[in-house]
């Protein structure tokens, strides 16, 4: 049970794969600030529009976390098992399986999110903000990010599925080409630069599209041609995938299902901002960049801590999975207070490069105050929950748990807090967020009780 062990080859596995993935989040972080500086610059409706309509859009980009974390459970213990030598042949093929049932996945969510916004998207924006001008824009915005879904999820899940194989470095670099692609897009199309027509608002979704493109070609031409790890090819989509779909579904789709509904509870929340007002909402999209890029290593962690314990369960069994499981603890405890500190330092100079209202940059500040506390529990029970215990195979529960936290503290507290009450802002963020401390509590118990271990079977080949 000791959170700090003298243990180099762990750490060293751990930030291995961790460093790759928060490097990635921190590029994709630093092209959502640029967007969001650029769009700031035609004025706090556009500003305000953007980022009510990518709350939408993040929804569908939570599911496919979900659906990719969901396969990296499988991924990750069928990888272990293979360097293992256990069942060799039965892994190589349950690999494939896998990774064909969650792009078939990706696929029909990314045309049902599609057909939502083409043609409900003033709908869709109501759901956030009463305001008609914010409405108008957001609409725009979606029109042109209708596509962008398909692309987007393809890429996103085969990233994770190839980091559960140790492919880090890959998704690494194409985000860094991605950065730069969006970068000049947006440039150009929303200042209307190089020829290009003034876009404005239109312009930052062609942007984000065309960035999404040349992301999701590298990818999956990468996975379809040169990957000799999973080995999947383009004729795999067409493989047979009855024997694995009842341990995928029962070990899978809890995953995502517990993260679809968790990004329906954060959108919940955002829509008790939203109907704060303008000035809340632009204030939180300030402030929630920050809080993102505060999160980059936090979430490396993270997805390496599910990959991580999934490889060892596979290979050196379940005595040394509890081990690395206190391990992973006291390393989320530690990330968190670093990230603490890291927002109180760069709070001031962040909310600084905006251009917008004084009343604005006031509730950014009591904003950022509530997430460096909040941050040192989310640490810590997200490198467990979406890390230690999803590793495990503890779905079911961690299905049940995250939810429940949400919808039955968080959110009725937020809207007390907010509505009733009319707190300040620093209190309604905490009160938005109180889940994460009982959530913390929650963790260290069921760690303790070892009930997180699964067996996963490779299912009748």
Same mark, same amino acid.
């Given at each position: 049970?000791?959170?700090?062990?003298?243990?180099?080859?762990?750490?060293?596995?751990?930030?291995?794969?961790?460093?790759?993935?928060?490097?990635?989040?921190?590029?994709?972080?630093?092209?959502?600030?640029?967007?969001?500086?650029?769009?700031?610059?035609?004025?706090?409706?556009?500003?305000?529009?953007?980022?009510?309509?990518?709350? *939408?859009?993040?929804?569908?980009?939570?599911?496919?976390?979900?659906?990719?974390?969901?396969?990296?459970?499988?991924?990750?213990?069928?990888?272990?098992?293979?360097?293992?030598?256990?069942?060799?042949?039965?892994?190589?093929?349950?690999?494939?399986?896998?990774?064909?049932?969650?792009?078939?996945?990706?696929?029909?969510?990314?045309?049902? *999110?599609?057909?939502?916004?083409?043609?409900?998207?003033?709908?869709?924006?109501?759901?956030?903000?009463?305001?008609?001008?914010?409405?108008?824009?957001?609409?725009?915005?979606?029109?042109?990010?209708?596509?962008?879904?398909?692309?987007?999820?393809?890429?996103?899940?085969?990233?994770?599925?190839?980091?559960?194989?140790?492919?880090?470095?890959?998704?690494?670099?194409?985000?860094?080409?991605?950065?730069?692609?969006?970068?000049?897009?947006?440039?150009? *199309?929303?200042?209307?630069?190089?020829?290009?027509?003034?876009?404005?608002?239109?312009?930052?979704?062609?942007?984000?599209?065309?960035?999404?493109?040349?992301?999701?070609?590298?990818?999956?031409?990468?996975?379809?041609?040169?990957?000799?790890?999973?080995?999947?090819? /383009?004729?795999?989509?067409?493989?047979?995938? /009855?024997?694995?779909?009842?341990?995928?579904?029962?070990?899978?789709?809890?995953?995502? #299902?517990?993260?679809?509904?968790?990004?329906?509870?954060?959108?919940?929340?955002?829509?008790?901002?939203?109907?704060?007002?303008?000035?809340?909402?632009?204030?939180?999209?300030?402030?929630?960049?920050?809080?993102?890029?505060?999160? /980059?290593?936090?979430?490396?962690?993270?997805?390496?801590?599910?990959?991580?314990?999934?490889?060892?369960?596979?290979?050196?069994?379940?005595?040394?999975?509890?081990?690395?499981?206190?391990?992973?603890?006291?390393?989320?405890?530690?990330?968190?207070?670093?990230?603490?500190?890291?927002?109180?330092?760069?709070?001031?100079?962040?909310?600084?490069?905006?251009?917008?209202?004084?009343?604005?940059?006031?509730?950014?500040?009591?904003?950022?105050?509530?997430?460096?506390?909040?941050? #040192?529990?989310?640490?810590?029970?997200?490198?467990?929950?979406?890390?230690?215990?999803?590793?495990?195979?503890?779905?079911?529960?961690?299905?049940?748990?995250?939810?429940?936290?949400?919808?039955?503290?968080?959110?009725?507290?937020?809207?007390?807090?907010?509505? /009733?009450?009319?707190?300040?802002?620093?209190? #309604?963020?905490?009160?938005?967020?109180?889940?994460?401390?009982?959530?913390?509590?929650?963790?260290?118990?069921?760690?303790?009780?070892?009930?997180?271990?699964?067996?996963?079977?490779?299912?009748?080949?």
């Amino acid at each position: 049970m000791k959170l700090f062990r003298k243990d180099p080859v762990f750490y060293k596995n751990v930030f291995a794969l961790a460093l790759p993935i928060a490097l990635q989040s921190l590029i994709t972080i630093g092209v959502n600030m640029l967007d969001t500086i650029m769009v700031g610059e035609l004025g706090e409706n556009a500003l305000s529009a953007t980022s009510l309509a990518n709350s *939408f859009i993040s929804i569908y980009h939570i599911f496919c976390m979900g659906l990719g974390m969901g396969a990296s459970v499988l991924v990750s213990r069928f990888w272990g098992m293979k360097q293992a030598h256990h069942d060799e042949e039965k892994a190589e093929v349950a690999l494939r399986q896998t990774v064909c049932l969650m792009l078939r996945l990706a696929v029909t969510l990314a045309a049902l *999110f599609a057909l939502a916004t083409l043609i409900m998207p003033k709908t869709l924006m109501r759901m956030y903000t009463d305001d008609p001008e914010i409405i108008k824009l957001g609409s725009i915005y979606f029109k042109w990010s209708i596509v962008t879904y398909f692309f987007l999820g393809t890429s996103l899940v085969t990233t994770i599925v190839l980091r559960s194989v140790g492919q880090v470095r890959l998704p690494l670099f194409v985000s860094i080409g991605a950065f730069f692609v969006n970068l000049l897009a947006n440039y150009t *199309f929303i200042f209307g630069k190089f020829g290009a027509p003034r876009m404005e608002v239109a312009g930052a979704a062609l942007g984000t599209l065309i960035a999404r493109i040349f992301e999701a070609g590298m990818i999956l031409g990468y996975l379809f041609l040169r990957d000799k790890k999973i080995f999947f090819r /383009v004729r795999d989509i067409f493989m047979k995938t /009855v024997s694995l779909l009842g341990e995928y579904i029962r070990i899978s789709i809890p995953v995502l #299902i517990s993260d679809a509904i968790l990004a329906l509870g954060n959108n919940s929340v955002a829509m008790v901002i939203g109907h704060l007002g303008a000035t809340f909402t632009a204030a939180n999209a300030i402030t929630s960049v920050t809080q993102q890029l505060s999160t /980059v290593v936090i979430q490396g962690v993270s997805q390496a801590g599910a990959i991580v314990t999934g490889q060892t369960l596979g290979k050196e069994g379940r005595e040394r999975t509890m081990t690395q499981g206190w391990m992973f603890l006291g390393l989320g405890f530690a990330l968190g207070t670093v990230s603490a500190i890291f927002i109180m330092i760069i709070s001031n100079p962040i909310i600084n490069t905006y251009n917008v209202s004084l009343e604005t940059k006031q509730i950014a500040r009591q904003l950022m105050d509530a997430i460096s506390l909040i941050i #040192i529990f989310r640490s810590t029970n997200s490198i467990m929950t979406k890390g230690v215990l999803r590793g495990g195979g503890d779905t079911k529960m961690l299905m049940v748990t995250d939810n429940v936290f949400l919808w039955v503290l968080s959110l009725p507290l937020g809207i007390l807090a907010g509505f /009733v009450f009319h707190w300040s802002a620093f209190w #309604i963020y905490v009160a938005l967020n109180s889940a994460e401390i009982v959530k913390t509590v929650w963790c260290v118990f069921r760690l303790k009780s070892e009930k997180w271990i699964k067996k996963i079977s490779t299912g009748k080949q």
